[in-house]
């Protein structure tokens, strides 16, 4: 799923404009990015959490000239899969984002914003909700 069909999916799910909700996701992963670059980790409960590791500096190859090369050390962003999303990827649950809200419920404002991310993954029943 590339940006633009996220975009588009959780626009038509939450009835927002797609300029609207594009503004959202920007937000969203420039959040994230935000938190990563200043050495933070981002945890995202029942999803996974991104972190930044530092990678050694190493001996490598150019691979025109076959000369050994020093590789500096640099960070890079880590992310771990939660348990929920290994499970239900493991386990072939649908799709993210399949449920639908109810009309008079606005994302964030509801119950919802409360459950676990594989019920709002899987769009649970209100009885599990809690």
Request: charged fraction near 30%; glycine fraction near 8%; aromatic fraction near 6%.
């Amino acid at each position: 799923m590339t940006k633009a069909e996220m975009v588009e999916k959780v626009s038509s799910k939450i009835n927002l404009t797609k300029n609207d909700t594009e503004r959202v996701v920007n937000i969203v992963f420039g959040s994230i990015i935000s938190a990563l670059a200043s050495g933070e980790k981002v945890e995202l409960r029942g999803f996974g959490s991104f972190r930044v590791r530092l990678r050694d500096s190493r001996d490598g190859r150019n691979p025109r000239t076959g000369a050994t090369v020093q590789v500096p050390p640099k960070k890079v962003p880590f992310f771990k899969a939660g348990k929920e999303l290994r499970e239900m990827v493991d386990n072939n649950e649908p799709a993210v984002g399949t449920g639908t809200y109810p009309p008079d419920e606005a994302p964030g404002e509801s119950p919802s914003s409360t459950q676990p991310v594989s019920e709002v993954f899987s769009g649970s029943s209100e009885e599990n909700q809690y």
